[in-house]
Nanobody, 122 residues
């Protein structure tokens, strides 16, 4: 299984950006995929998740209404569309595949992408 994250970059506060996670090498339609992020000096935190089969989504409170997670079943890709970005959204964003348990615990994810850096300037 490989997860390849891409699309990060530098954006001004209030702007938008979409990051992508291309999945390969395994079956994903039975799993939940998620985005986590890790800001400098902070722990990696849950951002959003999507059940690949049902499309059910969850978001952490700080991004609700601003971020949208989606998936493309043909391209085997998960997206995170980020709008109204704030400087506190600056972090390395990681995609991951959950194998079991609650969505917000990173221990429940067995495969991780390499991360893509999102920097929001004020």
């Amino acid at each position: 299984v490989q997860l390849q994250a891409s699309g990060g970059g530098l954006v001004q506060a209030g702007g938008s950006l979409r990051v992508s996670c291309a999945a390969s090498g395994g079956a994903f339609n039975r799993y939940t995929m998620a985005w986590f992020r890790q800001a400098p000096g902070k722990e990696r935190e849950f951002v959003a998740s999507i059940n690949w089969s049902t499309g059910t989504t969850y978001y952490t409170d700080s991004v609700k209404g601003r971020f949208t997670i989606s998936r493309d079943n043909v391209q085997n890709t998960v997206y995170l569309r980020m709008s109204s970005l704030k400087p506190e959204d600056t972090a390395v964003y990681y995609c991951a595949r959950k194998h079991d348990g609650p969505i917000y615990r990173r221990d429940n994810y067995d495969y991780w992408g390499q991360g893509t850096l999102v920097t929001v300037s004020s």
